[in-house]
C-alpha cells in the first residue's frame, strides 16, 4: 500500500492549488479516504473525507465553502482542491486511507491504517 501526495507549494492568499494522492496497492473506491492538515506546532486537523462510494463528503468548518475533495477511480487519485486560500491553510497536508474497507471513519489516527508522506502547502504574500 502506499500513497504519494503531490501539488504543494507556495501561493498568494486568494489563490489556488489542487492536491493529488495517487495510490496503490489497494483500489480506491473501497475505502474512506481523507486529507488531514499539521500546522507548525500543531496537532492534526481532518480537512476531508470521501466514503468508499463516493456520495458522501465531510468538510471542517474553516475550509467548508473553499475546498473540494473528489476521486478519481480509473486513476486512483484522491484529490483536494483548494480555492481562496488563507494564510492559516499553510500546514503539511497528508492523504490517509481507512483502516477497513467500506466503514465510516472516525478522526483518530488510529482509525486509519495508511498515510502519505505529506505535501507542503504555504500561504503568504
Known amino acids: 500500500v502506499q500513497l504519494v501526495e503531490s501539488g504543494g507549494g507556495v501561493v498568494q492568499p486568494g489563490g489556488s492549488l489542487r492536491l493529488s494522492c495517487a495510490v496503490s496497492g489497494f483500489t480506491i473506491s473501497d475505502y474512506y479516504m481523507s486529507w488531514v492538515r499539521q500546522a507548525p506546532g500543531e496537532g492534526l486537523e481532518w480537512v476531508s473525507d470521501i466514503s468508499s462510494g463516493g456520495r458522501s463528503t465531510y468538510y471542517a468548518g474553516s475550509v467548508q465553502g473553499r475546498f473540494t475533495i473528489s476521486r478519481d477511480n480509473a486513476k486512483n487519485t484522491l484529490y483536494l482542491q483548494m480555492n481562496s486560500l488563507k494564510p492559516e491553510d499553510t500546514a503539511l497536508y497528508y492523504c490517509?486511507?481507512?483502516?477497513?474497507?467500506?466503514?465510516?471513519?472516525?478522526?483518530?489516527?488510529?482509525?486509519?491504517?495508511?498515510w502519505g508522506q505529506g505535501t507542503q502547502v504555504t500561504v503568504s504574500s
Open positions: 490517509a486511507r481507512a483502516a477497513r474497507p467500506f466503514i465510516p471513519v472516525i478522526h483518530t489516527r488510529t482509525d486509519y491504517a495508511s
